[in-house]
């Protein structure tokens, strides 16, 4: 039986030739290479684990993370499958801790200034790995859960907030302004 490359042809050449391959996700150092907003950042927090169960260390200001005090805290959760956002501060950093759960968070960097302008970071945060990150102000963020239980998240942001005036600006989670889909994600 003969292979006519004509009759037939490479598989694997117009296969591989139609595909895109994987970017790279780790640099040397192990670290990811997912591309973060301008002034973002991360701290690993400790957990310490025994036969009876777990401690977490959830926020320090001797670990010089952030140059803010904490001044003010709250938890926000999200239902399975939500979005809460789209959301500005102009006057305030977010600082995100998630205690149990799964959640994307989405930020658009809207700032002319920006090395990031104009450009979406997605980071994903679980209680699986405790840490801290930082929404810094003037972009947008958007909070997804992308588990199966409700994701509950501490937030220390760097100012109390102003019941009488908040510093909380909003879009619709659909907006054309903003080049993300949800798709057929509900929230607002």
Known sequence: MSHDTDAHPNILESTLAAAQQDQRTLDEQRQSTAPLVDGMSFFDSIRHNDDRGSVTEVYDPRWGWHADPLVFSYIFTIRPGLVKGWGLHKLHEDRYFVVSGELELVLYDPRPE??????????????????????????????RNIGTSEVVVINFPTIQYD??????????????????????????
């Open 114 to 143: 920006s090395s990031t302008y104009g450009k979406i970071s997605k980071v994903y945060l679980s209680g699986d790995r405790p840490r801290l990150v930082n929404v810094p102000k003037f972009v947008w963020h958007a909070d």
């Open 163 to 188: 019941h009488s005036n908040p510093d909380k600006y909003r879009l619709p989670i659909d907006t054309d302004l903003i080049p993300y889909d949800f798709g057929s994600a509900k929230g607002w």
